[in-house]
């Protein structure tokens, strides 16, 4: 039995690093979002003065912002106290391993997922539905007391660390077969990198110079991230262990290329802790032996591993035909069409079920095995139960996977059994299996659209521009390094310039906050270059612009711009405070309300509370995000260096 007890702690730790930062991220943004003068009342999702009983509350929207009451908070304030909770039981599991148990991160789980139920837009984004799914398997696979035994490993260890890897398969995989599927023309002719560096959300300042890398490089870049996607996700199930390890360097490869280009919060993070599972705790812990058969075996894993990994790339040059020109560039073009890709897709998708039965099938018999060979009748017994229990647990999230992962293919979804999918919309809502696929279709061919905010004192002008913290808006503004925090305002600004504001209304909110200079609201934004961070404006509109990154030559090593823009037009018309079509609709959503909110009758908490986010207002969120987890770093070697003193 391969040994797993290291490597899943490892991940356990990963995980609440990744919690750590998307509370801290939440917690920051509160009281613009969703605070009672935020674009999004959190309050209009929950009716604290209902006279309803508590279950049936919980029922119809399940989250711990009902218990707001029990502690004399508002909703806000309630989400002050999950958010900073959350904060603390993952810094807990960060620092010590000995809260990095089952009953944490079923509490880590049911808050973030409190969080999720109110968060409306703002968090309907796939990598929140992947924290959760991630964060449910974690109950599974994180042991459920700390013991100081707990070093040792027990059968059931390698059954629950599989499901991550299933996790990992699916969103790799899922993420490279929509890009195709889809039938964007831009993937197909290999330019999505082309335009991906310059029409992303929030690019990095590395991005600007990744667009103007060579086409023909980028081209092969694009074929890259293909191939691991749509292939090397199959080798995560290889029996051999050098083919996975080779595996899991790939996809850091690629994930950290992507953080060093983009700026996608927790989400690639998140992607390299989920590729721990490709390892086990002998990729830490080298095994020296000298035995002739053990190293003839280990010599034919590596010439095993070169032939996998050299059919791949020569299966690559075929496919993509790739070749060299005379100017010794690499020239690749896709060599299939969408109907051969989408025949070989509606095979490869139940082969790969297959794949995952087999694997999953061997390592619950190699467990079943294991748990046997306990020494002492009762401690036999107790093994065989906990290896039983947690091999249904994880056969019944593997069934409910298929049920999305199906829906890659038209062709595949009849063949799912009727029963599954009724099981399965039982539990759509609690997240526990989800369907993936970034970046289904490019956007921004013709240039990235961007929404620019106008105010001003006069419907004539002049009009000042509001500027955001980290999205494209001033041509001349640096690009920032921001991740892993998720700034969630200018992420749904992005969102908004790809459509209009009718489908998008929460603009309408956001508009009547700045026209009442809401300063929650403001915080959100670049308030230091506010032209009306002093009195509001009298009316305001938005326009759409179209923004270029600025050709290579015309950069400079001292001042320079970034951007260039060129204005489409109107995004939408002139509002006012008192615009009666405006407070007429955020009267109607409950955005403005007459009614009084639920009164705070917890005076001490709530000055405690008011005291935390004063501080913590004070520090750029990404700073924030990262000084929190320096400190971390420095508590774990602090307590590491003590324990040597110890043992000396």
């Not at 917690?27 to 999004?40: A, C, E, R, S, T």
């Not at 595996?247 to 802790?273: K, S």
């Not at 609201?521 to 326009?543: C, G």
């Amino acid at each position: 039995m391969a040994q797993v007890r290291y490597t899943r702690n490892l991940f356990l730790r990963g995980i609440c690093v990744i919690y750590l930062f998307a509370f801290l991220s939440f917690y920051v943004q509160i009281p613009g979002l969703y605070g009672d003068n935020g674009i999004l009342p959190a309050r209009t999702q929950l009716d604290l003065k209902s006279r309803m009983p508590l279950l049936h509350k919980l029922k119809q929207k399940p989250t711990l912002l009902w218990f707001a009451p029990y502690f004399g908070l508002n909703v806000e304030y309630m989400l002050d106290v999950s958010s900073l909770f959350g904060v603390i039981l993952s810094f807990a599991g960060f620092v010590s391993q000995r809260f990095c148990i089952a009953v944490v991160f079923a509490l880590l789980w049911s808050i973030y997922y409190s969080l999720y139920q109110i968060g409306q837009t703002f968090m309907w984004f796939q990598w929140d539905v992947l924290l959760l799914e991630a964060g449910f398997l974690c109950i599974l696979v994180a042991p459920i007391w700390y013991s100081q035994r707990g070093k040792v490993n027990t059968p059931s260890d390698a059954v629950t660390f599989w499901s991550v890897r299933w996790l990992l398969f699916r969103l790799m995989f899922s993420s490279g077969v929509v890009k195709l599927v889809s039938g964007c023309p831009i993937w197909w002719k290999l330019d999505a990198l082309n335009v991906h560096f310059e029409s992303q959300c929030i690019p990095t300042p590395l991005a600007w110079y990744a667009h103007h890398l060579p086409t023909w490089f980028l081209r092969l870049t694009t074929v890259a991230v293909n191939i691991l996607e749509l292939v090397i996700p199959f080798l995560f199930f290889f029996p051999s262990r050098k083919v996975r390890t080779t595996a899991f360097y790939a996809q850091m490869f690629l994930q950290i290329h992507i953080i060093a280009t983009g700026n996608y919060n927790f989400f690639n993070f998140l992607t390299i802790c989920l590729c721990i599972s490709l390892l086990d705790d002998q990729f830490f812990y080298k095994r020296k032996s000298r035995n002739n058969s053990y190293n003839i075996v280990r010599h034919l894993s590596t010439v095993l591993c070169i032939l996998v990994y050299t059919g791949v790339l020569y299966g690559t040059c075929v496919h993509y035909n790739v070749r060299i020109t005379d100017n010794w560039t690499i020239q690749s073009d896709i060599g299939f069409t969408q109907e051969q890709f989408e025949h070989v897709l509606s095979r490869a998708i139940p082969i790969s079920i297959y794949i995952g039965v087999a694997s999953l099938g061997f390592t619950i018999a190699d467990a079943i095995v294991n748990s046997l060979t306990v020494k002492g009748i009762r401690n036999k017994i107790l093994t065989v139960f906990v290896t039983n229990l947690y091999m249904a647990a994880v056969c019944f999230i593997f069934a409910m996977s298929i049920v999305p992962y199906a829906t890659l293919h038209h062709s595949l979804n009849s063949t799912v059994p009727t029963q599954l999918r009724q099981i399965h919309g039982k539990v759509e809502h609690i997240h526990l299996v989800n369907s993936y696929g970034l970046f289904r279709r490019m956007t921004g061919t013709g240039g990235r659209p961007e929404v620019v905010i106008e105010g001003g004192d006069s419907i004539d002008g002049p009009w000042k521009e509001y500027e955001f913290l980290y999205k494209p808006g001033n041509v001349n503004n640096s690009l920032p390094f921001v991740a892993p925090h998720q700034p969630r305002l200018d992420w749904q600004m992005w969102f908004a310039a790809l459509g209009t504001y009718h489908q998008n209304p929460w603009l309408m909110s956001l508009a009547y906050r700045l026209l009442s200079g809401q300063p929650e609201v403001l915080a959100l934004m670049n308030q230091v270059s506010s032209p009306f961070h002093e009195k509001p404006p009298r009316y305001i509109k938005a326009s759409l612009y179209r923004y270029h990154y600025t050709p290579w030559s015309s950069q400079s090593w001292k001042k320079q711009a970034w951007w260039t823009r060129e204005k489409i037009g109107e995004y939408f018309p002139i509002f006012s405070h008192d615009h009666p079509p405006l407070i007429e609709y955020l009267s109607k959503m409950k955005i403005i309300q007459d009614k009084p909110t639920f009164k705070v009758t917890n005076e001490p908490l709530k000055l405690l509370l008011d005291s935390i986010r004063s501080m913590v207002r004070k520090i750029e969120a990404s700073l924030l995000l990262w000084g929190v987890f320096t400190a971390g770093c420095a508590i774990i070697m602090t307590n590491y260096n003590n324990s040597i003193l110890k043992k000396k």
